[in-house]
């Protein structure tokens, strides 16, 4: 979805504890070219 929308960033938010044991990093990379973060808290991005 992000791909086709054309953003340049993804931000993976509000995960379940059983995510921690992935590398959602990587799943999202798969199919996505750009900058993927998981958020932590206080993270800022400039707009």
């Known amino acids: 979805m992000a791909s086709e929308a054309g953003v340049?960033?993804?931000?993976?938010?509000?995960?379940?504890?059983?995510?921690?044991?992935?590398?959602?990093?990587?799943?999202?990379?798969?199919e996505y070219d750009g900058e993927v973060v998981v958020a932590q808290d206080g993270l800022k991005f400039g707009v």
């Open 8 to 30: 340049e960033r993804v931000v993976l938010t509000h995960l379940y504890p059983d995510a921690d044991a992935l590398d959602l990093v990587a799943e999202v990379g798969r």
